[in-house]
């Protein structure tokens, strides 16, 4: 995507910005969502001691 300032941008050219931000932020979310779980799993074994 070229850039440009927001001002000399059409309506459709702001949407599809908009849509692409969107879609990065939504997967940058999700990622971070289920690192964090992983490592609270982890925190979460290491909390429980053995069955012996």
Excluded: C, T
Aim: aromatic residues 6%; glycine residues 2%; neutral net charge.
């Amino acid at each position: 995507m070229e850039r440009q300032p927001f001002e000399s941008m059409s309506l459709e050219e702001l949407w599809r910005l908009h849509a692409v931000v969107n879609d990065i932020l939504a997967a940058r979310l999700v990622a971070k969502k289920e690192e964090l779980e992983r490592r609270l799993g982890l925190l979460n074994r290491a909390d429980k001691p053995p069955n012996y």
